[in-house]
């Protein structure tokens, strides 16, 4: 399948200092791709070359085949996007805002306008002026208009920054459904990392302006043994049990007991910790986290960096 | 384009700013009519307007016969060409224009000072206001080249502009009509050329020349205050800069007069009527001058703008 997006020795050099350096990437149709980065490793800076904002000093980027640079329109048109903040005109109401963009573009009817604000959940206030729209309504906004086109490469910059957690939980949803059901390619920046473990598919750590992994963050490794923690009322019975089972490498601190179980071998575990009487008050897995890989990947040089400064 | 120049207007006529202007320059033709009135009222006597002008030739004459050696030049053929057009008036049975609708409508042509004025903000404010706010992000991520967005908001400003000036006119002849009666468009209008010889024309022809001339001047200010916008990322700052030139433009012009390059200033150039009625800035300047110069200054103002705009980084801190 060709990429919706491909990212190809992308670099920007303001003065003599590379912002972003020889970065590149595919982003396919129907996933969700996260850049992740401390501020300033030079994310908003790919994401302004990738909607031909600013200008590129080397390399390219091309949307469904289309050259942003040379092919600006043609691709473009397939683009919606949040750039930082997203700020429109505060003494229009949201509703006249969206009808400005519209007509930049062909064929956005009322009908499109008002189906964009009901899927954004703004019907009760988009006839207000903008200017009083709380920093979460004008983040729905934002996303009112960049899908009001709807774009099949979908790039947001920061897009959880005024959301409280219910406004986050539902822009997850909604980025899911578009990629998962309209394959759309949704290209997301953040510089939380559990914020991106849980929404993106995939992850590309950014550090300094340039590529350090990219990273898949989904369907994490069901096989695979991760460190799970049971909190339990008998530790010495419970502790005898796993072991009459086959897990003889547990470590006890209390009354939790801390051992590595693949993810299927969880309830099993639980199951026969109950039959034997013991009582399980909580199960937590300690998956090794995008976090730990991430401060893994970066971890000593962001310092060296941050002091270099 | 149409699209882009209806939002552009979307954005100009939403804003209250742009209807107190309307109705600042409303307040303005209102309150000149109210003064040319009582003006017209203290003057007004009930001789017959052929022994008046006869009375004040005679007058004039003798202030010329008397004193003509130690007055000023400019002043003596300023107080000739006032015979002149009184004798004229005489010969040709043409008594002279009292307050009407029209006249009034061609005095209100100095109000287009107040059309300068806010066209020049709206056109300073297009494209520096849309940096200071970052809206100008979300603009240029649409289908559309920046040279066509460019394109629109020029052509926005000075519809703006336009409108002000229709209001300007249609206002002066309504509240002229109102206050001093509707008639006099038959009444031509006399004017004297620069070698003292009276000339008349239509008084229609005569309002639309006045206005036409202020509006080369209106073009440059809305044409160098866009390009200001363009330059600059902060709105008021554009704002500023642009009424600064405003003002201080013609009075450099003036205070720098005696130097001959004084001539390639934008502002010495911009009032064609200099070529009408007085004298030009420098010697030797003639409209031919002033036009190329006013084009050549046209041309630049683009290029900058164009150059500018179309390049330009859209990078973060507005």
């Known amino acids: ?309 | 384009m149409l699209q882009l120049i209806h939002n552009e207007n979307v954005k100009i006529y939403r804003r209250l700013r742009t209807w107190i202007f309307g109705a600042l320059l409303l307040l303005a033709v209102i309150a000149m009519a109210a003064l040319t009135d009582k003006a017209s009222h203290s003057q007004a006597t009930h001789t017959s307007w052929r022994q008046e002008l006869k009375q004040e030739n005679q007058q004039l004459q003798q202030t010329l016969d008397r004193s003509g050696d130690k007055l000023p030049a400019s002043t003596r053929t300023q107080l000739q060409t006032q015979i002149n057009e009184n004798q004229y008036r005489l010969d040709h049975d043409i008594p002279p224009a009292k307050n009407s609708a029209w006249d009034f409508t061609n005095s209100a042509a100095s109000l287009m000072v107040l059309v300068t004025l806010f066209a020049a903000v709206v056109a300073a404010d297009i494209i520096a206001s849309e940096f200071s706010s970052g809206a100008i992000k979300l603009l240029l991520i649409r289908p559309v080249r920046r040279s066509k967005i460019l394109m629109a908001k020029y052509a926005a400003s000075l519809l703006f502009a336009l409108a002000l000036i229709v209001e300007l006119a249609v206002a002066a002849w309504l509240v002229g009509g109102i206050v001093f009666g509707f008639d006099g468009f038959a009444t031509p209008y006399l004017y004297a050329d620069t070698s003292g010889h009276i000339h008349q024309m239509p008084m229609f022809a005569h309002v639309l020349s006045t206005y036409g001339l202020k509006c080369v001047n209106l073009l440059m200010i809305v044409t160098i205050s866009f390009m200001i916008s363009v330059l600059l990322r902060s709105s008021s700052l554009a704002i500023a800069i642009s009424l600064l030139l405003l003002f201080v433009g013609s009075t450099l012009v003036e205070v720098l007069s005696n130097h001959t390059w004084v001539k390639f200033i934008l502002f010495a150039n911009t009032d064609l009527t200099q070529y009408m009625e007085g004298t030009p800035v420098v010697k030797g300047m003639t409209l031919t001058f002033s036009i190329i110069v006013l084009a050549v200054y046209f041309v630049i103002f683009h290029v900058v703008s164009w150059l500018t705009f179309t390049r330009r980084d859209v990078s973060g801190n507005g």
């Open chain 1, 1 to 309: 399948m060709p990429a919706a997006v491909e990212i190809r020795e992308l670099t920007k050099t303001l003065g003599r200092r590379p912002v972003v350096d020889h970065l590149s990437l595919d982003i396919q149709p129907g996933e969700v791709f996260g850049l992740l980065g401390p501020n300033g490793a030079g994310k908003t800076t790919t994401i302004r070359m990738m909607v031909g904002l600013i200008s590129i000093t080397h390399g390219h980027v091309r949307i469904h085949g289309h050259d942003i640079r040379t092919e600006f329109e043609e691709a473009i048109r397939h683009v919606g996007a949040i750039v930082e903040n997203p700020e429109m005109y505060k003494f229009l109401s949201g509703y006249d805002n969206l009808r400005l963009y519209a007509r930049m573009h062909k064929g956005i009817g009322k009908d499109r306008i008002d189906e964009i604000v009901r899927f954004v959940g703004l019907e009760s206030a988009i006839h207000k002026k903008v200017k009083t729209y709380s920093l979460g309504m004008r983040q729905r906004l934002g996303l009112a208009q960049a899908l009001l086109h709807n774009p099949s490469v979908l790039i947001l910059d920061e897009p959880t920054n005024g959301l409280d957690p219910a406004g986050i939980r539902e822009l997850r949803d909604h980025l899911r459904h578009l990629a998962e059901d309209q394959g759309v390619a949704v290209i997301v920046s953040s510089h939380l990392l559990t914020e991106m473990e849980l929404m993106c598919d995939r992850v590309a750590i950014i550090q300094n302006g340039r590529l350090v992994q990219v990273q898949t963050v989904r369907e994490q490794a069901h096989q695979e043994a991760q460190l799970v923690e049971f909190e339990v009322d008998a530790a010495d019975i419970a502790r005898q049990v796993l072991a009459d089972c086959g897990q003889t490498e547990v470590e006890v601190s209390g009354q939790t007991l801390r051992l590595a179980a693949a993810r299927d071998d969880i309830p099993e575990i639980n199951r026969r910790l109950v039959e034997h009487g013991v009582a399980v008050y909580a199960i937590q897995s300690r998956t090794k986290s995008l976090e730990d890989q991430f401060l893994e990947v970066t971890g000593g040089g962001q310092h060296a960096a941050a002091h270099s400064q």
